[in-house]
C-alpha cells in the first residue's frame, strides 16, 4: 500500500486493512505544526508570532489512538522514510499516547552539550534566561548534562523542566491536563525508516525504539552521535544563506557503534526489493507483513 495522505503540516494515518487491526502513520516532516510554531514562539523566534490555522499534531494523535482502540488495532507502524526532521516534540507526543508521560521523561537518551554563542542567543533569545553562570568561562559550552550523565545523576528529564516543556506549548498542556489519553493505547509498533530519516525524524525512531519498537527498513544516514540543532544565518557580503550547529548529541555514548550507525532490526535487502517488484514502499509492506 502506498502511504495515508497527509495534512498541510505533513502528518496522516490511515488503517492499511479491512480489519482494521493495523493502523499505518505517515510522518513526512516534523515542522510547521502547530506545536512546533507554540514550541518557536515560546523560544523567543523572532521569525513567527502566532501559530494562526497550522495543524495540531497532538490532535491528530488523539484522533488516531481514539479510532484504534474503537477498532481494536494491535500493530502501529509509524512511517519516517525520507523526514529530514524539524522538532523533535513530535516523537514525545507520539510517546505520550501510547506510554504515558513517566517513560517518556525518564527515557535515558544520552546527553548533549550546548553552546550559549551569541548566534544562539539572537536566534533564542529565551535561552539567556537559562545560561548556566559562569559558562562564559569554557567558551560558551555548557557541559552540565554530560558530567551530571556520567555521575549516573542524569537519565531523562526532571519533574520541573517537563512541566515547562509542557507548559511551552499549550496545545499539549491542555491535552496533558485531561489526562485521559496518557498510556492509552499499547499496539505493537513498527518504524519504518530509510537514509534520509534524519535529525529529528532520527530522535523519533530511536525515542520509539528504546520504547520496545521495532525498526525496518535503510540505515539512516545521520550517526547517533553528531553535532545538530541549526541556527541559520546570512554571510553580510554574499547574502548566502548558511547553517551552524549550536549542540553536540551522544545518543548513544556508551555504544559508539551503534552511534555511528543505527541498523534497524529488520534491514531491507535486495531480495525484499525483488519480490516486491521493487516496488519503492517495499519497506512498508515488509513492516506491514513483520509479525
Known sequence: MPPPAVN???HGWAFSDADHRTVVLRVERMHGYREDLEWRI???AADIAEPGTAPSAVALLRDMVLAARAAGSDHLVVDVRGNTGGNSMFGVFLGYFL?????????DEGYQVRRYSRLMLETYP???????AG??????YDFQHELAWRAGEATGTSPEEWAEIVAA??????EVEAGDLAGAWNPRVTVVTDSGTISAAYDLTTLLWRLGARTVGVPPAQAGNCFTDLLLFSLPHSG?????????SLKFPDDPERGRLFRPDRELTYADLAAHGFDPHTALRVALDTR
Open 42 to 44: 515560546h523560544a523567543g
Open 8 to 10: 498541510a503540516a505533513g
Open 240 to 248: 548566502i544563506r548558511v547553517g551552524v550547529a549550536y549542540k553536540i
Open 99 to 107: 506510554h504515558g508521560p513517566e517513560p517518556v521523561r525518564t527515557l
Open 135 to 140: 559558562v562564559e568561562a569554557t567558551g560558551g
Open 169 to 174: 506549548m499549550p496545545s499539549f498542556a491542555a
Open 126 to 132: 529565551a535561552f539567556g534566561t537559562v545560561r548556566p
